[in-house]
T-cell receptor, first 114, second 112 residues
Framework: AQTVTQSQPEMSVQEAETVTLSCTYDTSESDYYLFWYKQPPSRQMILVIRQEAYKQQNATENRFSVNFQKAAKSFSLKISDSQLGDAAMYFCACLTGANSKLTFGKGITLSVRP | DAGVIQSPRHEVTEMGQEVTLRCKPISGHDYLFWYRQTMMRGLELLIYFNNNVPIDDSGMPEDRFSAKMPNASFSTLKIQPSEPRDSAVYFC??????????FGSGTRLTVV
């Protein structure tokens, strides 16, 4: 079974600045996938970015990028040029090759100051 | 593609009543998942189906909870009898592959 830990419950960032959200995970599988989901107040779960564990290159999606440190089992999300619409809860999640179940961290609430 | 459709969006019921939550997955997706979200426990997987067959129901909290998927386009999660501690947001998600997890908008259940 895999576990996902997000130790920071809340973070705040100034508009246009950069913020990094931390996540660590643990799995005994060699084949796994990591995700960041955004949940705005509308409560819709929105996929932000995904990373295949076998890829060394960090995934990037526009202003969102990850720092994937496989040996340390760390998977942080960097949001550049933060916008007011980025304010939401962010969840880190892991899915292993052994099954199709996504395991989520507890989430972090990000606020963006104008 | 209308996405994963859940109904109702909100449900308020009295303790002891039966509650049925509904989900229509994306056409062609072969996996369907039911998650529960609470402040205390975060997002928990309750049960998931593959090709309409329940694969893992180890997350179902107790016998009061049951889930069915009679066909590829419909699933229900039933709570009978409901209790105040069942109050949560219940999400349905469907997937064709590991990258294709799509969530519905969730049902906010309040048991009073």
């Amino acid at each position: 079974a895999q576990t996902v830990t997000q130790s920071q419950p809340e973070m705040s960032v100034q508009e246009a600045e950069t913020v990094t959200l931390s996540c660590t995970y643990d799995t005994s599988e060699s084949d796994y996938y990591l995700f960041w989901y955004k949940q705005p107040p509308s409560r819709q779960m929105i996929l932000v970015i995904r990373q295949e564990a076998y890829k060394q290159q960090n995934a990037t999606e526009n202003r969102f990028s990850v720092n994937f440190q496989k040996a340390a089992k760390s998977f942080s999300l960097k949001i550049s040029d933060s916008q007011l619409g980025d304010a939401a809860m962010y969840f880190c999640a892991c899915l292993t090759g052994a099954n199709s179940k996504l395991t989520f961290g507890k989430g972090i609430t990000l606020s963006v100051r104008p | 593609d209308a996405g994963v459709i859940q109904s109702p969006r909100h449900e308020v019921t009295e303790m002891g009543q039966e509650v049925t939550l509904r989900c229509k997955p994306i056409s062609g997706h072969d996996y369907l998942f039911w998650y529960r979200q609470t402040m205390m426990r975060g997002l928990e997987l309750l049960i998931y189906f593959n090709n309409n067959v329940p694969i893992d129901d180890s997350g179902m909290p107790e016998d009061r909870f049951s889930a069915k998927m009679p066909n590829a386009s419909f699933s229900t999660l039933k709570i009978q009898p409901s209790e105040p501690r069942d109050s949560a947001v219940y999400f349905c998600a469907s997937s064709l592959n590991r990258f294709g997890y799509t969530f519905g908008s969730g049902t906010r259940l309040t048991v009073v």
